[in-house]
């Protein structure tokens, strides 16, 4: 029974953490709602703290903001997200989900908004249909809030 506990705790985590993944409400329209509210202070925080952010995001193509919640529990690295993605041009909003896999030995959560701004329609397009894949990921750090 003790060989089951590690597996056991590592799927503990990793569900505790793919169910905080997802935009509140219970209805379709009330999540697009709180992802809404969500790309409004994710913006709204990186503007106070990049004034010149503002301008990059006005002049894009499109930008994309999504909420990221992602864990490592000794080897195994999970995350899930969502956000959503604004074409300037045309106002045209789409609703996205993200998921990450990965490994590495360590220990720790990560609760992330991540902003994305493209300059070029290509770029946007690529985007749009087949997302994105970002790796790396190197960090030591302790702290809270």
Not at 50 to 59: E, F, M, R
Not at 101 to 106: A, D, P, Q, Y
């Amino acid at each position: 029974m003790p060989r089951l506990r590690f597996p056991v705790l590592v799927l503990t985590v990793l569900a505790v953490v793919s169910a905080c993944a997802n935009p509140a409400g219970n209805t379709r329209d009330q999540q697009r709602a709180a992802v809404r509210e969500m790309r409004t202070d994710a913006l709204n925080q990186l503007y106070s703290e990049v004034p010149s952010a503002k301008a990059t995001i006005q002049g894009a193509v499109g930008y994309a903001v999504f909420s990221s919640i992602s864990t490592k529990v000794f080897v195994v690295a999970s995350g899930r997200g969502y956000g959503i993605a604004h074409n300037n041009a045309t106002g045209k909003e789409t609703y996205m989900r993200m998921l990450e896999l990965g490994g590495g030995v360590g220990f720790g959560l990560k609760d992330l908004r991540i902003v994305l701004a493209f300059k070029s329609k290509p770029a946007w397009k690529n985007f749009i249909e087949n997302g994105i894949e970002i790796g790396g990921d190197a960090e030591v750090a302790a702290k809270s809030g």
